[in-house]
C-alpha cells in the first residue's frame, strides 16, 4: 500500500465534491454505518415515491376493482398484503402513495424556506439597520408561537382546512414554509454577519464593489455551506409537520392524495379493536423515513466538523507502518 | 522497547531522549507523514531550541514529550521523559507525568487562561491534581510561583481574573503555572510569538532566570531566528518532518553546515543591514505630489454603553509623497493598522484632517470616495483569509477590473496572466483555488491583485507577518522590485523594525496612537531620539548569539534608566 494510493483522483473530482458523497468517503466506522443506513432508509423512501404507480397494486382511492367492493378493515391477507382500512383502501398501496406527498410536501416547503431565508438573511446581515432589526423581531415573533399551531392556522387561512392535491400540498408547503423561513433566515443572517469581518469582503470593499455584488459574489457561496445539512434535518421536520397536520385533520382530502397522518389519525379507532395493520404502517413510514433523514443529516453534521469526526486508530496505525516501512 | 534498556540506566543525565519518532496524521486524502526519522536528547537544565517553518513538525515532535497527540495521528519510536515512554503509558499515568514531570507554555496566553476562574485558582488545579494539598498549601505554593515568574505584589494579584492582566503578564502567570510543580522539563510552544518585542524580550529574559534558578531543562519551539539566538544553548533545525542541522547555538549561527539553515539564516532580516535609505541624507520624493496628508488625525471607538470608549489615534500627523514608500512602526494596540484602514476608506475618523488623493476623510461618503478607490490598492494581512475561497485566483485577481472596467472577458484574461507574470506566478494559476496555493503565493497573488488597477497608493498592512521567513524573504524582494518598476507610493505598516527598514525609506515610529517620531530609516535605527524606540530597536532580537548578548545588556541599562 502506498500513500498515494489513498488520495482522492483529481480526474472525475466533481463526484467526489458533492455533498454526500464526500461525507461518505471520509466516513469511517459508526459513522459510516450510520451513514450508510440514513442513506439507505433515505434512497428507499425517494424510490418509493418515484416508482409508486408501479409498485403498488391498487391505486390510493380505489375501494372496488373488478370483483367488486374491497372488504372493510380486513386483516392482511394474500391479495391486500398489509390489509385494508375502514373506507376499504389498501394500506399498502396507500402508504406507498403516502411518500410521494411527503416528499413533494417536503421538496416544496423546503425550498421556498430557502429562497426566501437565505434572500432575507444576507440582506439583513450585511446591510442591517431599520430591515435587520424588523425582520428580527419577525423571526422572533414567529418563532414564540408553537410551530405545529403556525402551520394550523396558515393551512386554514390558504384553503380553508380542506383542499385537493396540489392545494393540499401547497398548503402544507407553505405553512412549512412561513415556520422555517425564520430558521434559514437566522443561519444565513449569523454567518453573514460573522463573514462580513473576513478580511475577503473587506478586500472586495476597498475594491470598490457594490452591496449587491458583495452579496452575491463574495457572502452567497460562502454563507450557504452549511445548507445542505439543514436540508437534511429541516426535511424531517416538515415531514412531521405534514404528518401532524394530517392526523389532526387539516391535511389533504383522503381521495385527493395519500397521506400518512391523516391515515394514522383514521387508524385511532380500529387500535382499540385489534386493528393493528392501519396504523402499523404508516407509522412505520414516517418513523423510518424520519430516521433515514435524521441519520443522514446527523452524519454530515458530524463528518462536516473535523473535531467531531472520528478516524479509525487502526487505519491510522496501519497507513504510518506502511509509509515508516518504505 | 522493553524496559532493560531504558536510557535512565544508560544515561542518567538525559531529561528527555527521543528516539527515532515517526508521525503520522492520517486526513481525507490519506496517510501525511509529519515527523520522520527524529533523535535527540535534552540534558539538565539546557535550553534546546526546535526551529523550522511551519509544517516541518517541529510542534508535534515536541508535544510528544507530553504524550500529546492528535486523534488522527499515529506515532512509532520512543519518547522517554525521566526513563518512562510517553508515548506507551496509559491516561492515568500520563496525568500523573504532566505537570509533576514535564508541563506546557502556549503560544496564546490569552487562550490558555480560562477567563471565569482567578489566575490563582488555575495554577493552583494543577498543584492540587498531584498529591493532596491543603487549599491554603497550594495557594501559597501559587503566590510562590507567582512571584518567581515576575508578578509584582502576588498576594493580592493570585485573585485577579486573566482579564485584569496585560499580555506579558498573562505569559508569565501561564509559565508560573508551568513551574508550580517545578518540573524537569518545560515544552514552551511559539511562547513569544503572540507578544510584542519588547515583552518579548522581557520574557526570554525570564525563561533564562528560571533556568539558572531552578536548573529546568527548556524546548522552545520557535520559527524565530532572534530568539534562538537570544535563549538556546543547543538548537535543532527541522525541515519537512526530518532533523537538518543539530548543533551548540554558537556554531549553528557562526559555521551553519547544512544548505537549509544557511537559507533560512539568510532570509532573516537583519537589522541595518540593506536598508532601503542607505547613504541618504534627506528624505526623497520629498518634492513628489502629497498623495496622504493626515492633520492631527484621532480616531475614536466608542465603547459599549456607559464605558469610556478607546482612542486608537491620538493626533498623528504624516505626509506620504508620490513614489514613496512610508514605513509605520508599532507594537500591538498601537493604531497602526487603525490609521492604513482609515487611508482606505474601512475605517471612520473622528477628528482632524486626512487628506486622501485630494479628498477630504472627514466628509467620507462612500459614494463620492468610490470612484478614488480604483487608485487605492491593499493587502491584507492573512493572506489565506483575503482571498474569497469559492472564487478561483483568476477571478479574486480579476475582481478590481471588473467592478471598475468593462474589459470584455479575453481582455480580462489576458490583463490577469499579465498580473500573475508581474508577481512571479505562472500564468496556469489563475485556474486554482487558493486554498490550493502556498502563503508566500497567496501573498504575491493578493499583490497582484492590489495592483490590478494601477493605483497610485498601496497600503500594504503587515503583508508578511503570517509568512515564515524564507517566503517573507521573497515577497519582500518582489514588493520592492514592483515598486521600482511601477512607483506607486506605499504605507507599509509593520511591527517588524527591520522588515519595514528593508523596504521604506522614510519611517515613522507610533506608539499608543502618537507618531512619536519621523525620519530616514537609517537615521531613526541608528540615533533614535526616543526612549521607546531606542528600547524598541534593543529588544529587536538579531540572529546572531554574540551580538544579541550585547543587546541584552543594553536592554538592562535602558530599563535601569527608567
Not at chain 2, 541618504?280 to 520624493?285: F, I, Q
Not at chain 2, 500564468?427 to 502563503?439: I, K, M, N, V
Not at chain 2, 498592512?461 to 517566503?471: C, F, K
Amino acid at each position: 500500500m502506498t500513500i498515494t494510493e489513498l488520495k482522492p483522483r483529481s480526474n472525475n473530482a466533481w463526484i467526489g465534491k458533492l455533498p454526500v458523497v464526500s461525507h461518505l468517503k471520509i466516513s469511517s466506522g459508526l459513522q459510516r454505518g450510520m451513514l450508510i443506513a440514513g442513506l439507505i432508509l433515505a434512497g428507499l423512501f425517494v424510490l418509493v415515491a418515484l416508482f409508486a404507480p408501479v409498485i403498488a397494486p391498487f391505486d390510493f382511492a380505489q375501494s372496488a376493482d373488478d370483483s367488486g367492493d374491497f372488504p372493510r378493515q380486513a386483516a392482511p391477507d394474500g391479495k391486500f398484503i398489509w390489509g385494508t382500512t375502514v373506507s376499504g383502501f389498501d394500506v399498502f398501496s396507500r402508504t406507498i402513495f403516502g411518500a410521494r406527498t411527503a416528499i413533494l410536501v417536503i421538496i416544496a416547503a423546503v425550498m421556498m424556506s430557502l429562497f426566501l431565508g437565505v434572500f432575507l438573511g444576507l440582506i439583513s446581515g450585511y446591510l442591517g439597520g431599520w430591515f435587520d432589526r424588523i425582520a428580527v423581531v419577525l423571526a422572533d415573533a414567529i418563532y414564540a408561537f408553537p410551530s405545529l399551531l403556525l402551520a394550523i392556522v396558515m393551512s386554514i387561512v390558504i384553503s380553508q382546512g380542506q383542499s385537493g392535491m396540489l392545494g393540499g400540498i401547497m398548503a402544507a408547503a407553505v405553512s412549512i414554509t412561513v415556520v422555517f423561513v425564520p430558521q434559514y433566515f437566522r443561519v444565513i443572517r449569523a454567518e453573514v454577519m460573522r463573514l462580513k469581518a473576513e478580511p475577503f469582503v473587506e478586500s472586495a470593499q476597498v475594491i470598490g464593489a457594490s452591496p449587491w455584488r458583495i452579496m452575491g459574489v463574495h457572502l452567497f457561496r460562502n454563507a450557504t455551506r452549511t445548507l445542505p445539512l439543514i436540508f437534511t434535518l429541516n426535511a424531517t421536520e416538515a415531514l412531521l409537520t405534514l404528518a401532524g397536520l394530517g392526523f389532526l385533520g387539516f391535511g389533504i382530502e383522503p381521495t385527493s392524495a395519500s397521506e400518512w397522518g391523516f391515515d394514522l389519525n383514521r387508524a385511532m379507532a380500529d387500535a382499540t379493536s385489534g386493528i393493528w395493520w392501519t396504523g402499523l404502517f404508516p407509522g412505520l413510514g414516517i418513523v423510518l423515513t424520519v430516521l433515514g433523514l435524521t441519520l443522514v443529516g446527523e452524519s454530515m453534521n458530524d463528518l462536516n466538523d473535523p473535531r467531531l469526526r472520528r478516524f479509525s486508530r487502526r487505519r491510522a496505525k496501519r497507513i504510518s507502518q506502511a509509509g515508516a516501512s518504505k | 522497547m522493553n524496559a532493560v534498556n531504558s536510557p535512565e540506566m544508560a544515561k542518567p543525565a538525559v531529561v528527555l531522549s527521543v528516539e527515532d519518532l515517526n508521525i503520522d496524521f492520517v486526513t481525507d486524502s490519506g496517510a501525511v507523514p509529519a515527523v520522520r526519522g527524529v533523535d535527540f536528547n535534552v540534558a539538565p537544565g539546557e535550553i534546546l531550541a526546535i526551529v523550522g517553518e511551519s509544517g516541518s513538525g517541529k510542534s508535534v515532535t515536541a508535544r510528544t514529550a507530553l504524550g500529546m497527540l492528535a486523534e488522527n495521528g499515529a506515532a512509532q519510536g520512543a519518547v522517554y521523559l525521566k526513563g518512562q515512554d510517553m508515548l506507551h503509558l496509559d491516561a492515568a499515568e500520563l496525568r500523573a507525568a504532566r505537570g509533576r514531570d514535564v508541563s506546557m507554555v502556549f503560544q496564546e496566553p490569552s487562550t490558555a487562561l480560562n477567563p471565569v476562574f482567578t489566575v490563582g485558582w488555575q495554577i493552583m488545579e494543577g498543584i492540587r491534581a498531584h498529591g493532596k494539598v491543603s487549599k491554603k498549601e497550594a495557594r501559597a505554593q501559587a503566590i510562590e510561583a507567582m512571584r518567581q515568574v515576575g508578578i509584582p505584589d502576588p498576594e493580592s494579584r493570585v485573585d485577579y481574573y486573566p482579564h485584569q492582566f496585560s499580555g506579558g503578564q498573562k505569559q508569565r502567570v501561564v509559565i508560573a503555572a508551568a513551574l508550580a510543580l517545578k518540573p524537569a522539563l518545560i515544552v514552551a510552544d511559539e511562547p513569544t510569538t503572540a507578544l510584542d518585542v519588547t515583552v518579548q524580550a522581557e520574557i526570554l529574559q525570564l525563561l533564562r532566570t528560571l533556568r539558572e534558578e531552578l536548573g529546568t531543562a527548556i524546548v522552545i519551539i520557535t520559527h524565530n531566528m532572534g530568539v534562538v539566538a537570544d535563549i538556546a544553548d543547543r538548537v535543532i533545525v527541522m525541515n519537512q518532518g526530518r532533523i537538518v542541522e543539530q548543533a551548540p547555538a554558537e556554531q549553528l549561527f557562526g559555521q551553519p553546515r547544512d544548505d537549509y539553515t544557511r537559507s533560512l539564516l539568510a532570509a532573516v532580516p537583519h537589522l541595518g543591514r540593506n536598508s532601503a535609505s542607505e547613504g541618504l541624507s534627506e528624505r526623497p520624493h520629498a518634492q513628489g505630489e502629497v498623495v496622504v496628508e493626515a492633520r492631527d488625525l484621532r480616531i475614536h471607538f466608542p465603547g459599549r454603553l456607559g464605558a469610556p470608549g478607546f482612542t486608537a489615534v491620538d493626533g498623528v500627523s504624516l505626509k506620504i509623497h508620490a513614489g514613496e514608500v512610508y514605513g509605520l512602526v508599532g507594537e500591538s494596540g498601537s493604531g497602526k493598522t487603525t490609521i492604513g484602514r482609515t487611508i482606505a476608506g474601512l475605517n471612520h475618523m473622528t477628528d482632524g484632517s486626512l487628506n486622501v488623493l485630494g479628498y477630504e476623510m472627514a466628509q467620507f461618503k462612500e459614494r463620492n470616495f468610490k470612484p478614488l478607490r480604483r487608485q487605492i490598492g491593499f493587502v491584507f494581512q492573512d493572506p489565506a483569509a483575503s482571498f474569497n475561497p469559492h472564487l478561483t485566483v483568476g477571478e479574486c485577481v480579476a475582481e478590481p477590473l471588473r467592478v471598475h472596467t468593462s474589459l470584455n472577458e479575453r481582455e480580462m484574461r489576458a490583463k490577469v496572466a499579465s498580473l500573475l507574470e508581474a508577481v512571479q506566478l505562472p500564468a496556469g494559476f489563475a485556474q486554482r483555488y487558493p486554498h490550493e496555493l502556498s502563503g508566500g503565493q497567496r501573498q504575491r497573488a493578493s499583490l497582484g491583485r492590489a495592483l490590478a488597477l494601477d493605483p497610485k497608493l498601496l497600503i500594504a498592512d503587515e503583508p508578511t507577518s503570517a509568512l515564515d521567513v524564507s517566503v517573507q524573504a521573497k515577497v519582500l524582494e518582489l514588493f520592492k522590485e514592483l515598486q521600482d518598476e511601477l512607483g506607486f507610493a506605499a504605507l507599509f505598516i509593520s511591527h517588524d523594525l527591520a522588515v519595514v527598514d528593508l523596504l521604506s525609506t522614510w519611517v515613522g515610529v507610533l506608539y499608543r496612537g502618537s507618531l512619536l517620531e519621523e525620519g530616514l530609516g537609517s537615521q531613526v535605527l541608528s540615533n533614535p531620539r526616543h526612549a521607546y524606540t531606542r528600547r524598541l530597536i534593543a529588544s529587536l532580537p538579531v540572529p546572531d548569539p554574540a551580538e544579541q548578548a550585547q543587546r541584552r545588556a543594553l536592554i538592562q541599562s535602558l530599563n535601569q534608566q527608567d
